[in-house]
């Protein structure tokens, strides 16, 4: 069991005050940005080799914190070594529209060097992408160059048993053989607007789904998506850069606009015997998940419906392509169905499921046309982390101990039994090998930057990967003496429900009164609230004098069904009126300025500032709101139909209306700073000059700040310069 005793947990805690400096050392905005990352150094892309000697992950550098080398740690010794070095192999070369997009929706659009890599089966070599072409390392240091092409290669990835290497070029499945012979397309017709293997882009920005092939397990067959998006409008997307703009005419499907075609095949390697799968006479459907029976002798298809109330689960004959239902999820009245990753065919033929049928998200198992409930309660299982098919156990992350803490459990398939593995107190991610022997762990809490260790399936720590402690010559330990630490409560709305808050304070002084930095997203598929390593800018915040809050509204997640679904054609509604709740608590505080509460949030979180701005005049005595959707009508199917419906010029118009920020743009009375990136494929710059045009319109005044060549997420100094200026100039940091 990885739990300690009170005791221990008390001695490292004063360990850790030994190691603090003698004098607190505040935070500046240039050293947040700088490298190292504050947080100490954070491996990505964790994983086990297939015989679990080595453990490899992707390094940042501690010169340039945003580029990742490939390293590898000899299990045994626990010695590290380099596998490849990015800036000595990699060209440097710029990368094609269509990965830097890839890499966008998966939110590592900074990152430079290696992003991912990819095991060989028999764990002799690993592939390696790096500069828009592929690489193959071997564990002797040698690395071998497989492509050299202007267009580059998406979504590469070595075949189940080794011998193949695949990969999309110029919108079509590419194949080769790994002994010998040259890579060569096996789809007959991408081009224009037809992509084979590929997602679209709905499947990479909400369904958390990022191919669009996938090899059988015996490698005889791959099942590979084909779509069409003639269908879809196109948006005139301009990436207005420092030196000159760049036009690209995007397909973006907006709410209530067609989405693209979608067909599915099965063929051989060679592209030869190519059969279509019959996903049934609806061509307006989602293609959620795809995968594999263990045997090779079935592949699994989950279909959504175009309103997301309807999910089934095909088993597909892949030498036919026939289908058949094996069992349908159906959203309750006012809801939705969400998607979720856990979906393992057994070797028994039985399917590991996640439903939200009873009102909670838990695991259950179909087997012989019947689905049994593996856990239940007032929690949330977040995902299966492995399984270990023989000894019939499930490993999954949960919140089984309290929604702000998230943890590892083990369930046993035959009693049912759930047993905690990870210690109270963190908020806790993990990963398995194939047979969910050993696990990767990793862990933070408020006082604790992430560290990861690996632990074996009774939950016990057995090494450290990354202990990271903030001891002499950490990078946050100079400031560990100032560091803020967070407090966390819940308060009651007017209508009974129970909302969970974050706040971090400076030192208080007997009769001052603070200004707040009331932070939010409040959209759904987020919890912002929960025991675990802050950002350093809240720690800044709090240096200079603010009080920094964080409320997460109904419409969040990890609450339970009912807890999400107050939003059901009715955004910017229920979320709105719980921070005004948390406004109100902020207020009643005696150490709170009420005249000096300032609210920020980004995304959901900038269009939930606008909102909050236009219904509650003059409670906030200033508002941020970046990339803000302003209009749900601009923004993309699969996510806004949802929860808004899939007509807004119909039967859902006053719902989508009602939602709507620019209408109400002149109800905006108190100081407002929009701010955009230029080159947003997300959420669209349309929205930014929608409601800039409305609050010009009305003579409303406003500030603005756009983003020569940034996409969605803006991690750059200058954001937080202007934001501090704006605040400073209507807020200011001083107690008074």
Same mark, same amino acid.
């Given at each position: 069991?990885?739990?300690?005793?009170?005791?221990?947990?008390?001695?490292?805690?004063?360990?850790?005050?030994?190691?603090?400096?003698?004098?607190?050392?505040?935070?500046?905005?240039?050293?947040?940005?700088?490298?190292?990352?504050?947080?100490?150094?954070?491996?990505?892309?964790?994983?086990?080799?297939?015989?679990?000697?080595?453990?490899?992950?992707?390094?940042?550098?501690?010169?340039?914190?945003?580029?990742?080398?490939?390293?590898?740690?000899?299990? !045994?010794?626990?010695?590290?070594?380099?596998?490849?070095?990015?800036?000595?192999?990699?060209?440097?070369?710029?990368?094609?529209?269509?990965?830097?997009?890839?890499?966008?929706?998966?939110?590592?659009?900074?990152?430079?060097?290696?992003?991912?890599?990819?095991?060989?089966?028999?764990?002799?070599?690993?592939?390696?992408?790096?500069?828009?072409?592929?690489?193959? =390392?071997?564990?002797?240091?040698?690395?071998?160059?497989?492509?050299?092409?202007?267009?580059?290669?998406?979504?590469?990835?070595?075949? %189940?048993?080794?011998?193949?290497?695949?990969?999309?070029?110029?919108?079509?499945?590419?194949?080769?053989?790994?002994?010998?012979?040259?890579?060569?397309?096996?789809?007959? &017709?991408? !081009?224009?607007?037809?992509?084979?293997?590929?997602?679209?882009?709905?499947?990479?920005?909400?369904?958390?789904?990022?191919?669009?092939?996938?090899?059988?397990?015996?490698?005889?067959?791959?099942?590979?998506?084909?779509?069409?998006?003639?269908?879809?409008?196109?948006?005139?997307?301009?990436?207005?850069?420092?030196?000159?703009?760049?036009?690209?005419?995007?397909?973006?499907?907006?709410?209530?606009?067609?989405?693209?075609?979608?067909?599915?095949?099965?063929?051989?390697?060679?592209?030869?015997?190519?059969?279509?799968?019959?996903?049934?006479?609806?061509?307006?459907?989602?293609?959620?998940?795809?995968?594999?029976?263990?045997?090779?002798?079935?592949?699994?298809?989950?279909?959504?419906?175009?309103?997301?109330?309807?999910?089934?689960?095909?088993?597909? &004959?892949?030498?036919?392509?026939?289908?058949?239902?094996?069992?349908?999820?159906?959203?309750?009245?006012?809801?939705?169905?969400?998607?979720? /990753?856990?979906?393992?065919?057994?070797?028994?033929?039985?399917?590991?499921?996640?439903?939200?049928?009873?009102?909670?998200?838990?695991? #259950?198992?179909?087997?012989?046309?019947?689905?049994?409930?593996?856990?239940?309660?007032?929690?949330?299982?977040?995902?299966?982390?492995?399984?270990?098919?023989?000894?019939?156990?499930?490993?999954?992350?949960?919140?089984?101990?309290?929604?702000?803490?998230?943890?590892?459990?083990?369930?046993?398939?035959?009693?049912?039994?759930?047993?905690?593995?990870?210690?109270?107190?963190?908020?806790? /991610?993990?990963?398995?090998?194939?047979?969910?022997?050993?696990?990767?762990?990793?862990?933070?809490?408020?006082?604790?930057?992430?560290?990861?260790?690996? !632990?074996?399936?009774?939950?016990?720590?057995?090494?450290?990967?990354?202990? /990271?402690?903030?001891?002499?010559?950490?990078?946050?330990?100079?400031?560990?003496?100032?560091? $803020?630490?967070?407090?966390?409560?819940?308060?009651?709305?007017?209508?009974?429900?129970?909302?969970?808050?974050?706040?971090?304070?400076?030192?208080?002084?007997?009769?001052?009164?603070?200004?707040?930095?009331?932070?939010?997203?409040?959209?759904?598929?987020?919890?912002?609230?929960?025991?675990?390593?802050? $950002?350093?800018?809240?720690?800044?915040?709090?240096?200079?004098?603010?009080?920094?809050?964080?409320?997460?509204?109904?419409?969040?997640?990890?609450?339970?069904?009912?807890?999400?679904? %107050?939003?059901?054609? !009715?955004?910017?509604?229920?979320?709105?009126?719980?921070?005004?709740?948390?406004?109100? #608590?902020?207020?009643?505080?005696?150490?709170?300025?009420?005249?000096?509460? =300032?609210?920020?949030?980004?995304?959901?979180?900038?269009?939930?500032?606008?909102?909050?701005?236009?219904?509650?005049?003059?409670?906030?005595?200033?508002?941020?709101?970046?990339?803000?959707?302003?209009?749900?009508?601009?923004?993309?199917?699969?996510?806004?139909?949802?929860?808004?419906?899939?007509?807004?010029?119909?039967?859902?118009?006053?719902? #989508?209306?009602?939602? /709507? %920020?620019?209408?109400?743009?002149?109800?905006?009375?108190?100081?407002?700073?929009?701010?955009?990136?230029?080159?947003?494929?997300?959420?669209?710059?349309?929205?930014?000059?929608?409601?800039?045009?409305?609050?010009?319109?009305?003579?409303?005044?406003?500030?603005?700040?756009?983003?020569?060549?940034?996409?969605?997420?803006?991690?750059?100094?200058?954001?937080?310069?202007?934001?501090?200026?704006?605040?400073?100039?209507?807020?200011?940091?001083?107690?008074?």
């Amino acid at each position: 069991m990885l739990r300690t005793s009170l005791a221990a947990l008390a001695a490292s805690v004063a360990l850790l005050s030994m190691t603090a400096p003698a004098h607190a050392e505040d935070l500046t905005l240039g050293r947040i940005f700088a490298s190292p990352d504050l947080a100490g150094e954070q491996p990505r892309a964790l994983r086990l080799s297939p015989d679990g000697r080595l453990l490899t992950s992707l390094r940042p550098r501690a010169e340039e914190k945003d580029r990742f080398d490939l390293w590898a740690m000899d299990t !045994a010794t626990g010695q590290w070594r380099m596998l490849v070095d990015s800036k000595k192999v990699g060209t440097g070369a710029e990368l094609s529209e269509a990965e830097k997009m890839q890499r966008e929706r998966a939110r590592i659009g900074s990152q430079r060097g290696i992003v991912a890599y990819q095991w060989s089966s028999d764990g002799k070599s690993i592939l390696v992408p790096l500069d828009g072409d592929l690489y193959l =390392a071997t564990l002797d240091g040698k690395v071998t160059r497989l492509t050299d092409t202007p267009e580059g290669e998406l979504n590469p990835m070595v075949s %189940t048993r080794g011998r193949y290497l695949s990969f999309v070029r110029n919108q079509n499945l590419h194949v080769a053989d790994l002994n010998g012979g040259a890579a060569r397309s096996i789809t007959p &017709d991408g !081009a224009g607007t037809v992509y084979w293997g590929e997602a679209e882009f709905v499947a990479q920005e909400e369904m958390d789904r990022t191919t669009g092939y996938w090899w059988s397990p015996d490698e005889s067959r791959i099942a590979v998506q084909r779509f069409d998006e003639a269908p879809v409008g196109i948006v005139t997307r301009a990436a207005i850069g420092a030196e000159g703009t760049r036009v690209f005419e995007q397909r973006y499907p907006a709410a209530g606009t067609p989405n693209v075609l979608i067909d599915l095949f099965v063929m051989s390697p060679d592209g030869s015997g190519s059969v279509k799968v019959d996903l049934g006479t609806d061509r307006d459907i989602y293609l959620a998940r795809v995968r594999w029976a263990p045997d090779g002798k079935t592949l699994y298809v989950q279909r959504q419906n175009r309103a997301q109330t309807v999910l089934d689960v095909l088993a597909i &004959d892949p030498a036919t392509g026939a289908s058949k239902v094996l069992f349908t999820e159906k959203a309750g009245p006012k809801s939705w169905i969400n998607l979720s /990753n856990v979906f393992t065919p057994m070797k028994d033929g039985s399917i590991l499921w996640w439903s939200e049928r009873d009102g909670h998200g838990h695991l #259950y198992r179909f087997a012989g046309g019947k689905m049994t409930q593996l856990t239940r309660g007032d929690w949330e299982v977040a995902g299966v982390n492995g399984v270990d098919q023989a000894a019939g156990k499930v490993f999954f992350n949960g919140n089984k101990d309290g929604v702000l803490e998230r943890h590892v459990y083990a369930l046993d398939l035959k009693s049912l039994a759930v047993t905690r593995l990870t210690e109270a107190g963190w908020w806790n /991610n993990a990963t398995a090998d194939d047979g969910a022997k050993r696990f990767i762990v990793t862990r933070s809490n408020p006082g604790q930057p992430p560290q990861t260790y690996l !632990a074996d399936a009774s939950g016990k720590r057995t090494a450290w990967i990354n202990e /990271n402690a903030i001891a002499a010559g950490h990078p946050y330990h100079r400031y560990l003496d100032s560091h $803020a630490t967070p407090r966390f409560g819940q308060l009651t709305t007017k209508d009974g429900a129970t909302l969970h808050w974050e706040m971090l304070t400076p030192k208080l002084e007997a009769g001052k009164k603070y200004p707040v930095f009331f932070e939010h997203y409040g959209g759904p598929h987020n919890q912002s609230v929960s025991r675990n390593w802050g $950002a350093p800018l809240h720690q800044y915040l709090v240096d200079r004098g603010y009080i920094v809050f964080i409320l997460d509204n109904r419409g969040s997640a990890n609450r339970g069904k009912a807890f999400e679904d %107050t939003i059901y054609r !009715a955004m910017g509604g229920i979320e709105v009126r719980d921070q005004l709740a948390g406004a109100d #608590y902020l207020k009643g505080l005696d150490y709170v300025d009420p005249k000096r509460i =300032a609210t920020y949030g980004w995304s959901y979180g900038g269009y939930m500032t606008l909102k909050m701005l236009q219904a509650n005049p003059g409670v906030y005595a200033a508002g941020i709101a970046g990339a803000p959707v302003t209009k749900w009508e601009l923004y993309d199917t699969h996510y806004t139909e949802r929860y808004m419906g899939t007509d807004p010029r119909g039967r859902d118009a006053k719902a #989508y209306a009602a939602a /709507n %920020t620019i209408d109400d743009a002149a109800k905006i009375k108190d100081p407002l700073l929009i701010i955009h990136g230029m080159a947003d494929d997300n959420v669209v710059l349309d929205n930014t000059t929608a409601m800039a045009a409305k609050l010009q319109a009305t003579n409303t005044p406003f500030e603005m700040m756009l983003y020569p060549g940034k996409t969605h997420a803006i991690r750059d100094i200058h954001v937080w310069t202007t934001i501090l200026d704006f605040l400073d100039r209507h807020v200011g940091a001083a107690p008074k």
